[in-house]
Protein backbone atom coordinates (compact mmCIF):
# COMPACT_ATOMS: atom_id res chain seq x y z
CA UNK A 1 0.00 0.00 0.00
CA UNK A 2 1.35 3.49 -0.89
CA UNK A 3 0.87 6.84 -2.11
CA UNK A 4 3.05 8.16 -4.43
CA UNK A 5 2.93 12.25 -4.60
CA UNK A 6 4.47 14.13 -7.56
CA UNK A 7 4.81 17.03 -9.55
CA UNK A 8 6.87 19.57 -7.60
CA UNK A 9 8.82 22.36 -8.65
CA UNK A 10 10.66 25.38 -8.52
CA UNK A 11 7.74 28.12 -10.36
CA UNK A 12 7.62 32.03 -10.38
CA UNK A 13 5.00 33.79 -8.66
CA UNK A 14 1.60 33.55 -10.24
CA UNK A 15 2.77 30.64 -12.04
CA UNK A 16 0.68 27.26 -12.10
CA UNK A 17 1.74 24.07 -10.79
CA UNK A 18 -0.08 20.34 -10.62
CA UNK A 19 0.82 17.63 -8.10
CA UNK A 20 -0.13 14.23 -8.66
CA UNK A 21 -0.70 11.35 -6.12
CA UNK A 22 -0.76 7.65 -7.52
CA UNK A 23 -2.34 5.13 -5.22
CA UNK A 24 -0.71 1.32 -5.27
CA UNK A 25 -2.91 -1.08 -3.41
CA UNK A 26 -5.51 1.83 -2.48
CA UNK A 27 -8.41 2.49 -4.81
CA UNK A 28 -8.55 6.50 -3.82
CA UNK A 29 -11.93 7.11 -5.30
CA UNK A 30 -13.30 4.78 -2.38
CA UNK A 31 -10.74 6.95 -0.07
CA UNK A 32 -11.27 10.47 1.52
CA UNK A 33 -8.28 12.03 0.40
CA UNK A 34 -6.57 15.22 1.45
CA UNK A 35 -3.43 17.64 0.47
CA UNK A 36 -1.46 18.83 3.51
CA UNK A 37 1.68 21.19 3.01
CA UNK A 38 4.79 21.74 5.48
CA UNK A 39 6.80 24.98 4.75
CA UNK A 40 10.08 25.23 6.19
CA UNK A 41 10.36 25.50 9.83
CA UNK A 42 5.95 25.60 10.66
CA UNK A 43 4.36 22.60 11.15
CA UNK A 44 2.04 20.48 8.87
CA UNK A 45 -1.07 22.31 8.07
CA UNK A 46 -3.98 20.81 6.20
CA UNK A 47 -4.50 22.45 2.24
CA UNK A 48 -7.32 20.39 0.91
CA UNK A 49 -9.60 17.73 0.96
CA UNK A 50 -12.14 15.49 -1.56
CA UNK A 51 -14.48 13.23 0.19
CA UNK A 52 -14.75 9.85 -0.66
CA UNK A 53 -18.12 9.52 -3.50
CA UNK A 54 -19.88 12.01 -2.06
CA UNK A 55 -18.48 15.07 -4.18
CA UNK A 56 -17.41 17.10 -0.77
CA UNK A 57 -14.42 19.65 -1.70
CA UNK A 58 -13.25 21.63 0.50
CA UNK A 59 -9.87 23.67 1.40
CA UNK A 60 -7.78 26.08 3.37
CA UNK A 61 -8.91 29.87 3.11
CA UNK A 62 -5.08 30.23 2.40
CA UNK A 63 -5.96 28.73 -0.69
CA UNK A 64 -9.20 28.86 -1.84
CA UNK A 65 -10.09 30.14 -4.85
CA UNK A 66 -6.55 29.29 -6.27
CA UNK A 67 -6.12 25.72 -5.61
CA UNK A 68 -8.81 22.93 -7.02
CA UNK A 69 -8.84 19.35 -6.08
CA UNK A 70 -9.82 16.99 -8.41
CA UNK A 71 -9.59 13.04 -9.80
CA UNK A 72 -9.07 10.70 -12.32
CA UNK A 73 -10.81 7.65 -11.27
CA UNK A 74 -9.42 5.70 -14.35
CA UNK A 75 -5.70 6.67 -13.49
CA UNK A 76 -6.37 6.10 -9.76
CA UNK A 77 -5.26 9.19 -9.18
CA UNK A 78 -5.64 12.53 -7.08
CA UNK A 79 -4.33 15.74 -8.43
CA UNK A 80 -3.90 19.67 -6.91
CA UNK A 81 -4.02 22.41 -9.60
CA UNK A 82 -2.15 25.07 -8.01
CA UNK A 83 -2.76 28.64 -10.18
CA UNK A 84 -1.67 31.75 -8.86
CA UNK A 85 1.09 30.75 -6.81
CA UNK A 86 2.47 32.90 -4.56
CA UNK A 87 5.89 32.77 -2.44
CA UNK A 88 3.96 32.07 0.80
CA UNK A 89 3.04 28.23 -1.15
CA UNK A 90 6.40 27.27 -1.02
CA UNK A 91 6.29 23.77 0.87
CA UNK A 92 6.69 20.13 1.16
CA UNK A 93 3.19 18.61 -0.51
CA UNK A 94 1.70 15.86 0.90
CA UNK A 95 -1.28 13.39 0.05
CA UNK A 96 -2.80 11.35 2.11
CA UNK A 97 -6.09 8.90 2.68
CA UNK A 98 -8.48 8.06 4.90
CA UNK A 99 -10.99 5.64 5.23
CA UNK A 100 -13.20 7.57 7.75
CA UNK A 101 -16.15 9.35 5.72
CA UNK A 102 -18.69 11.41 7.03
CA UNK A 103 -17.20 15.18 6.95
CA UNK A 104 -14.11 16.87 6.21
CA UNK A 105 -10.99 15.73 7.48
CA UNK A 106 -8.26 18.40 8.85
CA UNK A 107 -5.62 16.45 11.05
CA UNK A 108 -3.41 14.23 10.39
CA UNK A 109 -4.17 12.09 12.72
CA UNK A 110 -7.55 11.30 10.56
CA UNK A 111 -5.35 9.62 8.01
CA UNK A 112 -3.88 6.10 7.72
CA UNK A 113 -1.66 6.25 4.71
CA UNK A 114 0.66 9.05 3.45
CA UNK A 115 2.54 9.57 0.25
CA UNK A 116 6.35 10.83 0.34
CA UNK A 117 5.78 14.40 -0.62
CA UNK A 118 6.81 16.65 -2.96
CA UNK A 119 8.75 20.10 -2.75
CA UNK A 120 7.35 22.94 -4.10
CA UNK A 121 9.22 26.04 -4.23
CA UNK A 122 7.53 29.52 -5.44
CA UNK A 123 10.22 32.54 -6.07
CA UNK A 124 8.83 36.31 -5.90
Known amino acids: VQLQASGGGLVQAGESLRLSCSGSGLILEGFGMGWFRQAPGKEREWVSY????????DYADSVMGRFTISEDVAENTVYLQMNSLKPEDTAVYYCAATKVGGRVRRYEYEYEYWGQGTLVTVSS
Open 50 to 57: RGSRDGTR
